[in-house]
């Protein structure tokens, strides 16, 4: 018994790659929650346009200021309007010219908010933190009669139904698919070297570039019939939120595939074996995961990690999944087109990455 | 076109951090040739064999086989060229393995009698996985000639082999070898390296001493190939 317990301390000892996994990747895994976390904060950015000509406006709105949980910004109607349909806040929160005569002499209050809608937490978030403000508001007023409060909500993308499910969903068949494909070609990949078949492969008359390229078409194939099938799940079983093309969904996840792919390649060249490939997932997965905006917002994350975002390929796949299937977006958006752009030219730099590699392991 | 050598290799060099894996080896293998390369294990045989596929760039010296300097991929569909572990897919039939590697060369007609030449065409279908340890390196064998190899290169191919199946394996060789391929062979069990037409002794990445087995016998001074092989490697630490 003591003979296996000091027997597997020593095998530590000499695997110092293991050894260094176990101790510095969940601190840095840790830093990283508390960095997202701890950070600026995830308050939504809000438009407040106030043309209430009577009092019952500003109260509100300094009870909203009060409550803290919002980050407002006072502007003009046409100015919020423009500010939601770009993404740049998540809501404007309007109260008309007579919100003031109408609570006070038809004791209705009626607040009309304007959500993004895109972030079903921030939506939430939003809608709450209005609906506490003017309680506090009203409940404040000196012997008022009972208000008829009557929140006008409307959004520019999902709906009342759109829930967490359809926000996390679009960001999930990304990484499912980059996630698994990854795992599954970075171990066959390894077992090419283990089992001494790449050796072969390389004394045959094949190009280094030949056999990455043909290992991307194999790999290829089965993450096409595996994107389809998350997809049509996704789709039609749990009926997640989609305005946009199945058909540009699919490019983008079979991109990703594609990248993922070369990704596993070129990173089993780092690994002896198929242990120390299985290490590489929390390395490459883990700040992907945390980073790639799929669960924070990279908006509101320090700006120095906001850095670390942008060169990660899962947040362009993220971002452009989101657009396609919360927004309803096509080819012609630019941001699509930068994303596609983007998780392109990623899958390209890895193939010659992965193609360098090879040659160098034969040197 | 028959070169009069297949290898050539010139003063080869290649150190692997402070490992000296081959140190200025110098040697000719004439086409039609069966040359053994005898040595211990760690002395440098895969090394050399490598840097004859292109494997392994030396840092001095000039490898030049069938009349192209190596590296040099367009020659790689002439040999062929099996490792030392039996280096086959092993959820894949045998017959799929053999198909794969003609594929690469192009010599897909050659499938049918790359397997009845090891004998395996009875076991085409099986998985490799369900094969025994002979088997799998008559697998290996027949993937390594499927492209019509002018030059074959066998790294150890008979460790781990039964002296009957290590028997029908040298008959084989043999045939190839009359029929004009170049067969290089490195191992360390001394009966096989009688079976060889010239013996190169290699050691701590030098070649010690060349000739036929009888030439060796008699310059070490002694009765049988293993004594030589002995004393000539007492010559140098």
Known sequence: MTAIWFRILAQFRRDRRTLALLFVIPLVILSLLYFLLRGSGGKPNVDLVNEDQGPVGSVIAQALQRGDKLSLHDTSLSTAQADVNAGRVDAYIHFPSDFSERALSAHVVQPEVRLEGSQPSASGTVVSALAQAMQAALSAAPGAAPFTVDVRVSYLHGGPGFDTLDYFGAAFIGLVVFFLVFVVTSVSFLRERSQGTLERLMASPLRRGEIVVGYMLGFATVAFVQSVEVILFSLYVLKIHNSGSVALIFLISLLMAMSAVNLGIFLSMFARTEFQAVQFIPLVIVPQVLLSGIVFPIETEPNWLQLISKVLPLTYAVSGLRDVMIKGADLGWASVQLDLGVVLGFTVLLVAAAAATLRRRVA | ?237
């Open chain 2, 1 to 237: 076109m028959a070169e009069e050598y297949a290898i050539e290799v010139e003063g080869v060099v290649k150190t692997f951090g402070r490992l000296r894996a081959l140190d200025g080896v110098s040697l000719r293998v004439r086409a039609g040739e069966v040359y053994g390369l005898l040595g211990p294990n760690g002395s440098g045989k895969t090394t050399l064999i490598r840097s004859l596929v292109g494997l392994v760039k030396p840092d001095a010296g000039t490898v030049t086989v069938l009349g192209r300097r190596m590296p040099d991929v367009g020659i790689l569909n002439r040999i062929g060229y099996m490792t030392q572990a039996a280096a086959l897919y092993p959820d894949l039939s045998v017959e799929e393995n053999v198909r794969f590697f003609a594929a690469i060369n192009g010599t897909e007609d050659n499938v049918d009698a790359a397997l009845d030449f090891v004998e395996l065409g009875a076991r085409r279908r099986s998985a490799v996985v369900e094969l025994s340890g002979g088997m799998r390196t008559r697998a290996s064998l027949a993937c390594a000639l499927v492209n019509r190899p002018r030059l074959l290169l066998l790294d150890e191919p008979t460790v781990g082999v039964d002296p009957q199946l290590r028997r029908q394996l040298w008959d084989r060789f043999r045939a190839m070898a009359d029929q004009g391929t170049t067969i290089l062979v490195s191992s360390h069990v001394m009966d096989e390296a009688e079976r060889t037409q010239r013996l190169g002794l290699i050691l701590f990445g030098k070649l010690l001493a060349e000739g036929t087995a009888q030439e060796l016998i008699a310059r070490a001074g002694v009765q049988r190939l293993e004594d030589a092989f002995l004393k000539l490697s007492e010559v140098q630490p």
